[in-house]
C-alpha cells in the first residue's frame, strides 16, 4: 500500500491541525493504521493507531486527549485532529501500516513520506 500524507503546517500554541493519510494501491481497511512523529535530532516516536475497522484507538501518553485518531475506509483515509497544539509537538508526522494492532514501528512496513508540524511559542 502507498501512503500519502498531508495536513501539516505551521500554527501558534493551542492551536489545531489536522493531517490526512491517503491510501492507494490496497484497500486500508486490511490494516491497522498509525501515526508517528520525529523530531529535528530525536527518534521516531509512536503517537497513536487505529484499528481496521476503527473499533480501537490508543494514543501516547503525550498527546491523550489532545489528539484523535480516526479512518474512513470508504474513502481510504485515515486522519489525525491535532488540538491545543504545544511546541513540543513539532516534528514531521508520518502515517504507516502494519498488519497488527502494534505502537513498534518496526512493525509497520508501509511508511508515507512524512508532512512537517510547526507549533511557535
Known amino acids: 500500500v502507498q501512503l500519502q500524507a498531508s495536513g501539516g503546517g505551521l500554527v501558534q500554541a493551542g492551536g489545531s491541525l489536522r493531517l490526512s493519510c491517503a491510501a492507494s494501491?490496497?484497500?486500508?481497511?486490511?490494516?491497522?493504521m498509525g501515526w508517528f512523529r520525529q523530531a529535528p535530532g530525536k527518534e521516531r516516536d509512536y503517537v497513536a493507531r487505529?484499528?481496521?475497522?476503527?473499533?480501537?484507538?490508543f494514543y501516547s501518553d503525550s498527546v491523550k486527549g489532545r489528539f484523535t485518531i480516526s479512518r474512513d475506509n470508504a474513502k481510504n483515509t485515515v486522519f489525525l485532529q491535532m488540538n491545543s497544539l504545544k511546541p513540543e509537538d513539532t516534528a514531521v508526522y508520518y502515517c504507516?501500516?502494519?498488519?497488527?494492532?502494534?505502537?513498534?514501528?518496526?512493525?509497520?512496513?508501509?511508511w508515507g513520506q512524512g508532512t512537517q508540524v510547526t507549533v511557535s511559542s
Open positions: 494501491g490496497r484497500t486500508l481497511s486490511g490494516y491497522v
Open positions: 504507516a501500516a502494519a498488519d497488527k494492532s502494534t505502537s513498534t514501528s518496526s512493525e509497520y512496513h508501509s
Open positions: 487505529i484499528t481496521r475497522y476503527g473499533m480501537y484507538t
